[in-house]
C-alpha cells in the first residue's frame, strides 16, 4: 500500500469544560499508508490525544477545529474495523471474564462476518502469528493466568483480528522489562510488514522507537516540533528539543540502532 493514509490539516483538539489551552494546536501531518510513524513527546505533549483524535475516540464536549482526510478509506475509521488500538496496560482492554479465545474471536466473528466456529479458528491462528506460547491452551486461558508480555501478545491479537489497516499502540510496551519490549517490538514490525498495516507507535521512548520505524514526529506543547525520516531527525534534528530528547540517549548515536536493532 502507498499514498497518503491520513491528512491532518491544521487540527486542533481543545478538551471541554475548565480546559482553555489546547491538547493540540494547528498539527499539519500526513501518514503514508503502510508506513511505521512513532509518535514521540513528553508526557502532556498531546501524544494520545493525536491517536484519539484520528480514531475517533476523543470524549464528548471536545472541541475539534481543522481537517482529517482519510483518502483511501474514504471514510472516518470505524473502530475495530478499520484501526486497531493497543494500550500500555492491556488489562484495561481485556475482559477479566471471558477466555482470551472468546475475546479475540469476537472482534473477527463480528468484523469479518465470521460463525463462532470460523471465528475460533481464526483466533487460534492469530494466537500463533503473536507467538503465544502453546495457543491451543492459551485459547482457554483467563487474563489473570498470562504474564504481563502474553497479555500484550493477546492485546495486539485482538486488535488485528479484524484485519485492520491503521494500528495504534500508545505506550504498548512501556510497562513491559526491556527483554520482552523488545519482543513485542520485534513483533509489531513483523505484523504491520506482513499485513501492510500503517502503524503508529506512540512513546515517549525516541531510542526504542528509532530502531524500527520510518519516521518520527516528535510532540511538545501540543504542537508538532518537527517530522522526517528516522536518520535525518537523528542525525539532523531541527529542533533544539528534538537534539536534547536524542542526547539523552547516547546510545542512539551508536550505528547498529540507526541502522536499526531489527534484523
Ligand atoms: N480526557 C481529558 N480531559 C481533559 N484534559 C485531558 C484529557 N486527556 C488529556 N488531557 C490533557 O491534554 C493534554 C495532552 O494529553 P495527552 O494524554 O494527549 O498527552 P500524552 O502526550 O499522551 O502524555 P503521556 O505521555 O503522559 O501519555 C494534557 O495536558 C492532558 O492533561
Ligand atoms: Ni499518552
Redesign the pocket.
Known sequence: MSGIFCSLRQLSVT??RG?N?A??DGIDLDIAGGERLAII????????????ALAGLL?EG?KVGGEMFWPSLGHPPRPGRDFGFVFQDPGSSLNPVLTIGEQIAEGARRHLGLSWKQAYIRAEELLERVRMPQPDRAMRAFPHQLSGGQRQRVAIAAAIAARPALLIA??ATSALDVVVQAEIVRLLDGLVREDGMTLLF?T?DIALASGFVDRIAV?RN?KLVEAGPVRSVLSAPESDHTAALIASHRDLATPPLIAGVLP
Open positions: 478538551y471541554g480546559r489551552s491538547a493540540l513527546g513528553e508526557s502532556g505533549s498531546g501524544k494520545s490525544t493525536l491517536a484519539r470524549p471536545t500508545d505506550e506512540i515517549h510532540f501540543a
